[in-house]
């Protein structure tokens, strides 16, 4: 039987969905507000056919809820700038989906014994499995909306207070050469995130406070963005392109004054809170320019693991390796989550964003982006 508790979990899970798309307009339920995101809209539904496929195709064979929407719902069936346009009506798709979050979570209450013995539902994996997906599509969703609020930003906001740069503040911790435990543990855990490894580190310090926005304006002020010596060749090429010059929700205003504009339009810039807003080029170019790099994500996961991280969870931190299977990796419960994305072109983050769910709030989680994504809540953290 199915805890009672994960049950609550997972409806708390779907209602979140449903509570960012109850309000909104039916433009901005099926726009696509950035090109790396799909319409919000489309986020429901996706997370709705998603429990579908699970609970009914895989776990009992029927795909007669599946079938007709997998076209729209399956991500590589339908390019992101065309779901808006097949999503059904807003009030439609929210009804539809409550009525089968209701459905789905009955069905799991009231499982066949036999079913109960499934390799999906050992340890309740496929609820814990839900829920963490749903989690992931909200923060996505929040991606949406801020960008929204982004693009229609006038750009007129004057700043109530100015943000002064400050130089770096060298308080970090040393961790010794040895042998570390990495990875998560069953139930939980997705399949890259297992098994867990024993992992040979070379001594390694690291800060002890992700980088700030005082800091980061530091290097904004110092040439940062347009001293070459800084960048990859990829960034380089990047930011020439892109005309990048501070982080992507950075605004200044007529008496050059920075200031944010968020989920819920412009904001002040608290000097002491993480940066956020970077892609993995820009959080590289900062490292460099500070004499330092980005941690490996094994470092930052042992440093976590003992608490001496600080601000963890206020951004996604970038880390400087590539995101890669660890020996004995084995896909499960489908090959799409995390395989095809050990290309060398996505890297990790670990930590989590002020928009991250509890489900996903732990030292082994493995967040991975390109390198030049800058809607993820991102920052970063320096070692030596």
């Known amino acids: 039987m199915i805890d009672d508790q994960l049950i609550n979990e997972l409806e708390q899970s779907q209602s979140l969905l449903l509570a960012l798309v109850d309000d909104i307009d039916a433009k901005t339920f099926c726009a696509q507000h950035h090109p790396d995101l799909s319409p919000i809209g489309w986020h429901l539904g996706h997370c709705t056919y998603n429990e579908c496929y699970w609970l009914h195709e895989k776990l009992r064979g029927d795909d007669s809820l599946t079938a007709p929407i997998a076209e729209l719902y ?26 089968l979050n209701r459905f789905n979570r009955h069905y799991l209450q009231n499982l066949r014994p036999e079913l109960l013995e499934h390799p999906l539902l050992r340890d309740d994996y ?33 700043a109530r207070q100015s943000l002064e740069a400050t130089s770096l503040q060298a308080d970090c911790i040393g961790f010794p050469a040895g042998h570390y435990r990495v990875g998560g543990e069953p139930p939980q855990a997705y399949d890259n995130e297992l098994p867990v490894q024993q992992t040979k580190l070379d001594a390694f310090s690291i800060s002890r406070q992700p980088v700030s926005n005082s800091e980061y304006l530091g290097f904004m002020l110092d040439g940062g963005y347009t001293d070459s010596n800084h960048w990859s060749d990829a960034g380089r090429a990047w930011c ?56 490996h994500e ?32 084995t896909p499960f419960p489908y090959d799409e989550y995390s395989q095809p994305w050990f290309d060398q072109q996505h890297y990790s983050l670990k930590g989590g964003s002020l928009y991250t769910c509890p489900a996903i709030r732990r030292p082994s989680f493995r967040n991975f ?10 920052g970063l953290r320096l070692a030596y």
């Open 74 to 99: 399956v991500p590589p069936r339908t390019p992101k700038g065309e779901r808006g346009a097949r999503l059904p009506r807003q009030r439609d798709l929210i009804e539809w989906t409550r009525e």
């Open 126 to 158: 496929l609820v814990h499995f839900l829920i963490q997906h749903n989690s992931q599509h909200y923060e996505t969703m929040l991606m949406v909306l801020t960008q929204k609020t982004l693009a229609e930003h006038p750009g007129d906001t004057p």
């Open 240 to 295: 020439h392109q892109n005309a990048v010059s501070q982080p992507d929700h950075w605004r200044q205003d007529e008496t050059g004054n920075w200031y944010g504009v968020g989920l819920h339009g412009a904001f002040e810039l608290t000097a002491n809170e993480p940066v956020s807003g970077l892609s993995h080029h820009e959080a590289r170019a900062f490292a460099h320019w500070a004499g330092a790099r980005l941690p």
């Open 298 to 329: 094994y470092q930052w996961e042992v440093a976590s693991r003992t608490g001496a991280l600080e601000q963890t969870g206020h951004a996604w931190e970038w880390c400087e390796n590539a995101f890669h299977p660890y020996d004995g990796f």
């Open 369 to 378: 982006y390109q390198a030049d994504k800058r809607h993820v809540f991102a």
